[in-house]
């Protein structure tokens, strides 16, 4: 089976709508992907216009940075995966590395919202990766791989075929330093075969598995010409149109 190419952006607490509309704006504008699957992951108050925008570009869609796991009541702050669906987003962040360390988020709880985005018919961008002192520990494949098998290995095979896994190993997230290509291939392949021990070939090789870590246009073709490499997700250099749209260029060449 083949995997879809994704390049993703992740806008976290930036912009606002006028900006955000600009960005959006200029991103459709500026490439009409073919082959690569496009997300822009933007603040949830920009969501059902940059939807609006996206819709002139069929390979360009939109996401949200989170969920909270019930269908509605009493969370005051929170938004549900039908809210987040009916403004016309199709994806959702689930597991950011920002949302472990600075709101707890626990694996139980991330397991939670990766079951309600599947049954809303969503598809979750599900984040996992290691602290700098893990990977000096040389544990990082044990560490990443135990994550997967906490938070998502629950799934049946048809759930977890429609997962988007991302790869972020933290200490390279926001900081400049990204993974080299040997790494983030290395343990896409480990988490690759962890996935075909699981569910088997056909869904491992159908699972897209993105990079996320300080890409930007200077190091995208090497990143994502790494066979195990289906894309990015990208925080920084998605918020330029200028360094976004080379990112996705660089994956429309491979
Ligand atoms: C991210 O936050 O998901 C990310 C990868 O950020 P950056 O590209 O800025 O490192």
Not at 41 to 51: G, W
Not at 112 to 133: H, S, W
Not at 226 to 244: H, I, M, R, T, Y
């Amino acid at each position: 089976m083949t995997r879809k190419k994704i390049v993703a952006g992740n806008w976290k607490m930036n912009t606002t709508i006028t900006d955000g509309t600009a960005l959006a704006q200029a991103v459709t504008d500026g490439v009409t992907p073919i082959k690569t699957t496009v997300i822009m992951c933007t603040p949830a108050t920009h969501l059902h216009t940059v939807s609006e925008i996206v819709k002139e570009k069929s390979n360009i869609h939109t996401g949200a940075q989170n969920c909270y796991p019930a269908e509605k009541g009493a969370y005051t702050g929170e938004l549900s995966v039908s809210m987040i669906e009916a403004v016309g987003a199709e994806y959702i962040v689930i597991g950011h590395s920002e949302r472990r360390t600075y709101f707890d988020e626990s694996g139980d709880f991330l397991a939670k919202k990766v079951d309600i985005t599947l049954a809303g018919g969503l598809t979750p961008i599900y984040c996992c990766g290691e602290a700098l002192d893990i990977r000096e520990a040389g544990t990082h494949v044990k560490y990443v791989g135990n994550q997967l098998k906490a938070e998502l290995f629950h799934l049946s095979a048809e759930d977890f075929g429609k997962v988007i896994v991302a790869y972020e190993p933290i200490w390279a997230i926001g900081t400049g330093v990204t993974a080299s290509p040997a790494q983030a291939q290395e343990m896409h392949a480990e988490l690759r075969q962890l996935i075909a021990n699981q569910y088997g070939e056909e869904v491992a090789n159908g699972t897209s598995i993105l990079y996320g870590g300080s890409v930007k246009p200077a190091n995208a073709t090497e990143l994502f010409s790494c066979p195990d490499v289906d894309g990015g997700l990208v925080g920084g250099a998605s918020l330029k149109a200028e360094l976004f749209v080379p990112i996705i260029e660089a994956m429309e060449a491979l």
